[in-house]
């Protein structure tokens, strides 16, 4: 059992930024899928970006492309989402979530994903 912890929501203006953490309770981590998801009031959750488990291939929603972006720290079991240029829309709970096994189809299918933290808010007004 892997255990997953969020930091870093909070509340800011339109055009701000937040940076978002997960860690980890396993030295695995840096081999399994690793993502972040977000999931809006009324809406299904979706992914936001990911690192895959093979080969380090990164993944970004188009809504985010050029504005969030993905990092790692494997000497600690963490990754990161650094938020910039934050919109209204960008307004939903945050989770981290891994996977051990690698995915390719199924990236952006929460099924898919084994473990997963509490959750962090971030709410952006305009």
């Known amino acids: 059992q892997v255990q997953l912890v969020e930091s870093g929501g909070g509340s800011v203006q339109a055009g701000c930024s937040l940076t978002l953490s997960c860690a980890a309770s396993s030295r695995d981590f840096k081999s399994y899928t690793r993502a972040w998801f977000r999931q809006a009031p009324g809406k299904e959750r979706e992914l936001v970006a990911a690192?895959?488990?093979?080969?380090?291939?990164?993944y970004y929603a188009d809504s985010v492309k050029g504005r969030f972006t993905i990092s790692k720290d494997n000497s600690k079991n963490t990754i990161a989402l650094q938020m910039d240029l934050l919109k209204p829309e960008d307004t939903a709970v945050y989770y981290c979530?891994?996977?051990?096994?690698?995915?390719?189809?199924?990236?952006?299918?929460?099924?898919?994903?084994?473990?997963w933290g509490q959750g962090t808010q971030v709410t952006v007004s305009s």
């Open positions: 979530a891994a996977a051990p096994r690698g995915i390719l189809s199924t990236l952006r299918t929460p099924d898919a994903y084994d473990y």
């Open positions: 690192f895959r488990r093979t080969y380090g291939q990164t």
